[in-house]
């Protein structure tokens, strides 16, 4: 059908046909015109048949599927190693901020307990 996988396996008129399901009149024609060629050339049908193994042979291999699979792990492998250097320098920033600023604001502040002491008048 025109829907799907098949769409992008079929090369219409080469290694199959692509057919609208709902379209049945043109459906129908296209039945028709492919057995009156088949009629007409008695190899018609084997080049449509060929058509069909060739490009299955040159785009679907587990082959070919695997050689992708591999490049694409090689990417994702990549980029998890880049994003790791990514976070451990944010992390490398963030603990230097941490010891040079943050610290030293923090002891500044007034803990609760010290406020609610010289509130109530006990310290």
Not at 44 to 52: E, F
Request: proline share 2%; net charge positive.
């Amino acid at each position: 059908t025109l829907h799907g996988g098949p769409g992008e396996i079929i090369v219409d008129g080469v290694s199959g046909y692509h057919i609208d399901p709902y379209q049945g009149d043109k459906v129908a024609e296209i039945l028709i015109n492919f057995f009156e060629k088949c009629k007409a050339d008695s190899t018609h049908w084997n080049q449509i048949s060929q058509g069909g193994l060739k490009r299955i042979y040159e785009k679907y291999t587990w082959k070919l599927y695997s050689e992708r699979l591999m490049t694409l792990s090689g990417v994702y492998g990549f980029w998890k190693y880049v994003s790791n250097l990514e976070r451990r320098e944010t992390r490398r920033y963030l603990e230097m901020f941490y010891a040079l600023k943050y610290r030293n604001l923090a002891k500044s502040v007034p803990l609760a307990v010290d406020g609610e002491a010289a509130v109530n008048g006990t310290k």
